[in-house]
Structure formats: C-alpha cells, structure tokens
C-alpha cells in the first residue's frame, strides 16, 4: 500500500510522550514496519515544524522524516486542487487550500490518505479521495 500520512497523524506519532491509541498511528507504525511506500509533501513537513517549538524537536522530526519521498506540486497540480476545491464547495463541502493541495496529490499519484481530519472524509464523497480507515 502507498500512503500519504497527513499532518494530522504526523502529529500524533510524533509526540515525545507516548503516542496515543489512535487507530491510524498504528496503521502508519505498520506501514512502515512492513516497508510500505509512505510519502509525505514539503506543505506537511512544514505544519509539523510550525507546531513543534524548539530546535531540537524541529531537528528530530527533520532527522526522523527526511528517509520518506517528497511530493513536489506541479503547476497543474495546483489547478486540479482549486477544481476540487470548488467541485466540493458546489456540493455544500469546505475544503482549505492546503487540505485540497494535499487530496490532489493523492489523487494524481494514486495514494491512500491516512488522516484524523474528518474534513477529507466529506470532500471523498465528491472526489476520487481514498482514505485509509
């Protein structure tokens, strides 16, 4: 399986204090314990660093994620984005800029969405989003 792990779930997993029993950290222990392709994008790499204060818990999560692929957005990436944003907004969904960016990617490079952001299992009733859990 090909994951792409939200910022959501990065930030559960990477907790000094233990994680908690959320579901979809153990998907994404598993996945990588069983050498799954687990992708990440530059746009989550820098929620993460954003929320995590101090330079020895930025260096970690650098040191700790820099092993996993990095998505680049192209530029048509970024128009199909603001097609799914509006696709979604027609049918009643909001959807963030970032959160669409980050489903567009899924979609263009066939990856399953690992997240605890409910707001993406509403936008997969209108897109071709698939979502693990």
Not at 101 to 129: G, K, M, S, Y
Request: aromatic residues 4%; neutral net charge.
């Amino acid at each position: 399986m090909s994951l792409f792990v939200d910022t959501s779930i990065w930030s559960l997993a990477l907790r000094r204090d233990a994680p908690p029993d959320h579901v979809a950290v153990a998907v994404l222990r598993k996945a990588l314990l069983n050498g799954d392709t687990v992708v990440i994008a530059g746009v989550v790499l820098q929620e993460l660093l954003q929320g995590f204060h101090g330079p020895k818990d930025q260096t970690r999560i650098i040191e700790r994620l820099q092993v996993l692929p990095l998505l680049n957005p192209t530029r048509d990436t970024y128009i199909e984005a603001a097609r799914l944003r509006n696709t979604c907004r027609r049918h009643g969904v909001q959807v963030g800029t970032i959160d669409a960016l980050i489903a567009q990617l899924c979609i263009e490079h066939d990856l399953a969405l690992l997240t605890a952001d409910n707001d993406f299992a509403h936008a997969a009733r209108w897109v071709p989003l698939r979502l693990v859990i």
